[in-house]
């Protein structure tokens, strides 16, 4: 398996970390149980007022055009907590059916992830990315649903984040792609998932001869999807808006196999458990734009954080 933690390339290069699985084992979702834990209370990193006062200023900047999108995001955080993480993980996976979902542990932590986004597979030459931008709940029965995918599907503000993260993947892959061969196989695709509807692209290449795994990861980490665009312009004022440092998440886990083929999820909608310190957080985001409403912007925070809350019977402090 690899690991790799957000950082900012232009101040250090990603530092994959590789390892094998010592314990493999096939848990029955039967044995969910009721958590034998008292209840978390999670606190938030950015209040509301404070996070709708920093995208307003994320909103000035793109109006100054030094970017044009950036994936501003939030963490919500509980010390001194006790959980099961193999509870937790199974209440996550049955509420979530997520397609990347994987319980890992690293020494004393803990990364219960039920990620919905593919970050990079790599079949013999060919390099695929699917970045996620644009979200929208799941409706109470069929004609709700249909309703809220084309409502999703037409949004120009969505569609404008989600071709601003083409746009970068597609600059990311021409560095490690044979000329010509980048291409963008869908855009504005719809996928939908248990929680949320997704708006969905993917984008390819065919790679140049005797590219590695590390070119590869100099050249895309981190992710379109969880940065902006300008990358490194948008990267920079995340390291200064955000309240948290980011750590594992928005970075990536995934399976690299000998032939050197491999599949990267991006650590979203994940909860990041230390079994020592007992420390306990989620981070959720949305790309911010021009289009963008702050109020509608937390909300969205929101909805992407209720299937983690509810894996840990947890709610936010108000």
Same mark, same amino acid.
């Given at each position: 398996m690899c690991i790799l933690k957000y950082q900012n390339p232009i101040i250090e290069k990603p530092e994959p970390q590789f390892f094998e699985a010592t314990d493999e084992r096939i848990i029955?979702?039967?044995?969910?149980?009721? *958590?034998?834990y008292a209840p978390i209370i999670l606190k938030s990193s950015t209040s509301r007022k404070s996070y709708i006062e920093k995208v307003n200023a994320l909103k000035n900047h793109i109006k100054l055009g030094d970017i044009y999108e950036i994936n501003f995001c939030i963490e919500f955080f509980a010390e001194k907590v006790n959980i099961d993480p193999i509870t937790v993980f199974l209440n996550l996976y049955q509420l979530t059916k997520a397609p990347y979902s994987r319980l890992v542990k690293i020494h004393n932590d803990y990364i219960i992830s039920a990620s919905p986004e593919l970050f990079l597979e790599k079949k013999e030459n060919v390099l695929i990315t699917k970045p996620i931008k644009g979200t929208i709940k799941r409706g109470r029965d069929?004609?709700?649903?249909?309703?809220?995918?084309?409502?999703?599907?037409?949004?120009?503000?969505? *569609?404008?984040e989600n071709v601003m993260a083409v746009d970068v993947a597609r600059n990311d892959l021409s560095i490690v792609a044979e000329r010509g061969s980048v291409k963008v196989n869908k855009l504005y695709n719809i996928e939908s998932f248990e929680t949320v509807h997704q708006m969905v692209s993917t984008v390819s290449c065919e790679l140049k001869p005797n590219i590695g795994f590390n070119e590869i990861i100099n050249a895309t980490f981190p992710m379109a999807s969880m940065t902006g665009a300008p990358k490194i312009k948008a990267m920079e004022l995340i390291d200064s808006f955000e309240d948290f440092k980011r750590e594992f998440y928005s970075g990536s886990l995934g399976l690299v196999d000998e032939s050197g083929n491999f599949q990267l999820s991006v650590l979203i909608r994940s909860i990041f458990y230390n079994s020592e310190t007992k420390r306990l957080s989620l981070a959720v985001g949305s790309a911010i734009t021009h289009l963008c409403d702050p109020e509608t912007e937390y909300e969205e925070c929101l909805l992407k954080a209720k299937a983690l809350l509810a894996a840990l019977d947890a709610t936010i402090e108000p």
């Open positions: 029955d979702p039967s044995l969910i149980v009721k *958590r034998p069929i004609k709700e649903d249909e309703m809220l995918m084309s409502q999703l599907y037409y949004s120009v503000k969505e *569609r404008t």
